[in-house]
């Protein structure tokens, strides 16, 4: 029987000629990620269990992203640890403020990880590098501190659910309107302990951002990794800038899925998911044109915070305003982002239309800082959770889009269509 | 091993968010994170919680973020084992990786009500109600998990070898 892509770079990393779907197996790592909130975990269950060496170190990586810049002294603690260890160890992928952006638009962007490489990150969107075609998966800090040791992580091989996407998508349709329609489909366990797989012919429409962007959700439907075959949109991208060494592979033609579902890109409209759960994906013409009113736009993330991301923001709010009433936060994920954003007039684009502009961090994602929620207070966001309390109180909503419906959304003061202001 | 409690019950979907809320992750205190276990979706958890009892959830428990904050939080809270009908991959290894013990039982998830007495067998993965008096098989741990939790977690698993 033939393998999944997944399970091919699985096999290759444990020394086996085919590995199937159950098969609990060690494998050799090529990269181990952590962050300011995680690390230090993982840390102390280094320190605790005796450990005094880490297996490789330029195949750590730590970046300081969650609560940094430092947003309070016990954050200012957590990220000190984490430079003590690094300095202590030579860790040679220590990201600190300056260098750092968030985890995984950061580690494409160094050349940290590529096709072909397995990468655990004790972070749960570490499945983001499967657009690269990467194994890369979330775990915890445990197994960060078990990866930093042994240079090696334990893995129940995942059957697989393949999604073939065709057709090209309309203007103003990205990469997270696919992946909001997927988890709207299947549901926030729909590939719960599986591979999604991505293939198909509408996969040359949709550019390396997009496919960070699809592969970054593939936990919101509980899957164990999201990856993408390589082509010549991967390879432009990881051609030069991958410091590994770049190993394709492809499914076998009689590889075994689950469930096979064919999305027909040209079908999809602007998706929106609303309150408390990703899966629960709405487009824009299920929405009243003022039903869902907000308070704050956030651009950015780990899931929407490239340079195409921004540029799809911009257009939408060149030589408009925010509307009053709303805050709108724009992040670039990542310095280089920030510093391109800048080059091409973004920044003054979105400062002129009232919005700010930060520092790379996770921040309001995650309900850190830069961005908090009051009660009763909504937030369209191009991050990847709408849990309850998710970026501030309890009783505040946080609504899942696009940066394009985010942008539209942000100059309306209403979840807005982006095609909608164009016609204004 | 075996453990003995009052049941706190949840439904689908718990995700790691309300089990402890990213505004205390700026410690890794675990008995900071005990006093917040929860507090999102039941404000009184952490007051009603003793030590021994049980929590019981539906479907999907522990989906989201990848923090080994929550199981953390959920044990240093005097929890002694979690039951669901299925738990997101990633709080499943952190779970068993910091010595967490849970079972999958769909009959026992969704029957289980909040207050029951309720005992478990890890060796056997037997479920008893005590307060119904019914009994409910789960699934075993296979024998390579089994092996990291007889170590005492991964890491005593790792340095062993």
């Not at chain 1, 824009?284 to 308070?295: M, P, R």
């Not at chain 1, 007039?345 to 502009?357: D, K, M, P, Y």
């Not at chain 2, 026992?108 to 993965?125: N, W």
């Not at chain 2, 075993?140 to 170590?151: C, L, R, T, V």
Request: glycine fraction near 10%.
């Amino acid at each position: 029987m033939g393998m999944t892509m997944s399970q091919k770079i699985l096999a290759a990393h444990a020394d086996l000629d085919s590995v199937k779907a159950g098969q609990l197996i060690e494998a050799k790592l090529d990269m181990v990620l952590g962050n300011d909130i995680t690390s230090p975990v993982a840390i102390n269950v280094f320190n605790d269990g005796g450990a005094t060496q880490v297996f490789d170190n330029t195949k750590i990586a730590m970046v300081m992203d969650h609560f940094a810049p430092n947003k309070d002294i016990k954050a200012a603690e957590q990220c000190a640890q984490v430079r003590r260890f690094a300095n202590k160890y030579d860790i040679k992928n220590y990201f600190d403020v300056g260098q750092m952006g968030i985890e995984h638009a950061l580690l494409p962007e160094k050349g940290l990880v590529g096709p072909g490489s397995l990468c655990i990150g004790a972070d749960s969107h570490t499945c983001t590098y499967g657009a690269l075609g990467a194994f890369s998966t979330g775990v915890g800090s445990t197994d960060m501190a078990a990866g930093m040791i042994s240079g090696k992580a334990w893995f129940k091989v995942p059957s697989a659910v393949k999604f073939v996407l065709t057709g090209k998508p309309a203007e103003y349709i990205s990469g997270k309107d696919v992946i909001l329609h997927i988890i709207g489909m299947i549901g926030v366990d729909g590939a719960l302990y599986k591979s999604m797989e991505f293939s198909g012919d509408g996969l040359k429409y949709l550019n390396i951002d997009d496919r960070l962007c699809i592969a970054n959700m593939a936990i919101e439907a509980g899957a164990k990794n999201g990856i993408f075959p390589v082509d010549d949109i991967t390879r432009e991208y990881t051609n030069g800038r991958f410091k590994g060494e770049a190993k394709e592979y492809y499914a076998d033609d009689d590889a075994e899925y689950e469930a096979e579902y064919v999305i027909d890109l040209s079908k999809l409209r602007p998706t929106v998911a609303f309150p408390h759960l990703p899966e629960n994906a709405r487009t824009v013409d299920e929405i009243g044109k003022t039903e869902v009113k907000i308070d704050q736009a956030v651009i950015g993330s780990c899931t929407n915070g490239r340079i195409t991301d921004l540029r799809a923001a911009a257009e939408i709010m060149k030589g408009r305003k925010v509307a009053d009433g709303v805050r709108c936060i724009v992040i670039p994920a990542t310095q280089s982002v920030y510093l391109q954003a800048m080059r091409e007039g973004l920044l003054e684009t979105f400062i002129e239309a009232g919005a700010i502009v930060s520092t790379p961090t996770c921040g309001p994602c995650l309900g850190g800082y830069m961005g908090i929620l009051a009660k009763g207070e909504r937030a369209v966001t191009t991050t990847n959770r709408n849990f309850v309390g998710r970026m501030g109180h309890v009783e505040s909503e946080v609504y899942l889009a696009s940066p394009a419906v985010a942008a539209a959304s942000a100059v309306t003061g209403y979840i807005t269509d982006p095609a909608a202001i164009e016609k204004d | 091993m075996k453990a003995q409690g009052t049941v706190h019950k949840y439904g689908d979907n718990v995700d790691t968010d309300v089990i402890i809320p990213a505004r205390y992750l700026n410690t890794s205190s675990h008995s900071e994170l005990a006093s917040h276990c929860m507090e999102d979706i039941d404000i009184d958890f952490t007051k009603r919680v003793k030590e021994g009892d049980i929590m019981v959830a539906e479907k999907n428990f522990g989906c989201g973020s990848s923090r080994e904050h929550a199981p953390i939080a959920i044990k240093a809270s005097g929890i002694s084992c979690v039951i669901a009908s299925t738990f997101a991959r990633i709080f499943y290894r952190n779970a068993i990786n910091i010595g967490l013990p849970i079972l999958e039982c769909e009959a026992a998830s969704k029957e289980i009500k909040s207050g029951d007495e309720v005992s478990v067998d890890f060796d056997t993965g037997i479920i008893t109600d005590i307060t119904t008096g019914k009994i409910y098989q789960a699934e075993p741990f296979p024998p390579f998990i089994q092996s990291i939790i007889a170590d005492g977690g991964l890491i005593n698993h790792v340095t062993k070898k």
